[in-house]
């Protein structure tokens, strides 16, 4: 197998960078930006730590990461399984980036920057669900903005209903559980009980 073992290699192949791909990168939010983050209900976070790279989903109502100015976002960390993926790594490395989808739209919104965890009672009081309120709240200082072409999501036919698939087509959480524990984890039960589990713990 040839592999690429240098930047000169790299260069080589690719050759330099098309003008707009570098012109169009800012380290705010404009109001056009403004508009993909406040229309976006799901968004993925990339982080990185000691223990490695994640990049993890977020989704709430459209509009659930909010502009405070044009530095700076504030995102609530929702309920989840309690790995804290995200969260250890901000505390070790505050570099993240987000990468902002629209649903229909193929241009998507790339923001990196650096990121704090709040415990602000008046922040996170207002981020609530209901009676719900998250934890914490991510709070980001951009340092880089910029749109991505939707060659990606074209090649992918990805808001394309035609594409969609029925989740019979795949295996469960719990059949994969069930295949990784050898037979220990009861894969159906968790199965079974998913449902109603979602319903009581969303926020």
Not at 75 to 99: E, F, Q, Y
Not at 142 to 148: I, L
Request: charged share 20%; hydrophobic share 40%.
């Amino acid at each position: 197998m040839a592999i690429i073992q240098t930047l000169d290699q790299l260069e080589a192949l690719y050759g330099e960078p098309m003008q707009l791909a570098l012109t169009k990168e800012v380290d705010h939010l404009t109001d056009l930006h403004r508009a993909y983050v406040e229309a976006s209900p799901f968004v993925l976070v990339a982080t990185s730590g000691p223990g490695g790279l994640d990049c993890s989903p977020r989704g709430d109502p459209a509009g659930f990461v909010r502009v405070l100015d044009s530095r700076t976002l504030a995102m609530p960390d929702r309920r989840g399984n309690n790995r804290l993926d995200t969260l250890r790594n901000i505390v070790a490395d505050p570099r993240i980036g987000l990468l902002f989808l629209v649903p229909g739209i193929g241009i998507t919104l790339r923001v990196n920057g650096t990121a704090q965890i709040s415990t602000d009672s008046e922040l996170c009081d207002s981020f609530a669900m209901g009676d719900k309120r998250p934890t914490t709240v991510v709070v980001v200082t951009t340092t880089s903005v910029y749109t991505q072409c939707p060659k990606a999501l074209i090649r992918a036919h990805l808001w394309d209903p035609a594409g969609f698939r029925d989740a019979a087509d795949l295996p469960t959480v719990g059949e994969i559980m069930a295949a990784i524990t050898a037979g220990e984890f009861d894969g159906k039960a968790y199965d079974d009980a998913y449902p109603e589990r979602v319903r009581q713990t969303i926020y």
